[in-house]
């Protein structure tokens, strides 16, 4: 799982100073001064936007099930090569306790 290196993360002083820059390719003033209708024409012209429809009186959220917790015993190794790839280790490790146990949902040995 390697990390989207595309994202940036600025604070809010720093937004507020590349706008005053003019490094910001939005029109906030132009922005803040249209009615929600033109923010709605707009949105819908916009072909990336297209087919996008969203009926937000039948929108429905699923809470995923919370992880269990435990307290397991691993070979020190194992441990360790999994600490080394960084914040998220324990991710990784679920990601690949689900894989197996998917596979051999599968009929798929090892």
């Known amino acids: 799982m390697r990390r989207n290196e ?45 087919g996008m429809e969203v009926d937000w009186d039948r929108v429905t959220t699923q809470m995923p099930e919370p992880k269990a917790v435990l307290n397991m015993r691993v070979d020190r190794d194992v441990l360790d090569y999994f600490r080394r790839q960084g914040r998220g280790y324990q991710t990784k490790i679920n990601a690949v306790l689900r894989s197996y146990v998917e596979q051999m949902r599968r009929g798929k040995r090892p």
């Open 6 to 50: 595309r994202i940036v993360r600025y604070t809010a002083d720093e937004l507020r100073a590349m706008r005053e820059r003019g490094e910001s390719k939005s029109d906030w003033a132009r922005a803040a001064g249209m009615t929600n209708e033109e923010v709605e024409a707009a949105v819908s012209s916009d072909p990336d936007e297209a």
